[in-house]
């Protein structure tokens, strides 16, 4: 499973199964979900999940 996170505000964004989702639609859904976040400045990281 991959996370997308914002680490400035520690906010995720969802769990994701890479059977399913490549890298590159990861970073779709990262750019689609984190936009206001990227305007702000924030850091985007697609991470594995910590427990
Ligand atoms: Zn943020």
Redesign the pocket.
């Known amino acids: 499973m991959k996370e997308i996170i914002?680490?400035?505000?520690n906010?995720s964004f969802g769990l994701y199964n890479e059977k399913y989702y490549s890298r590159k639609s990861l970073e779709k859904i990262a750019n689609q979900y984190?936009a206001?976040?990227k305007f702000?400045g924030?850091e985007?990281i697609i991470r594995n999940p910590q427990m």
Do not use: A, V
């Not at 914002?6 to 505000?9: E, F």
């Open positions: 914002c680490l400035n505000c906010k984190c206001l976040h702000y924030h985007i």
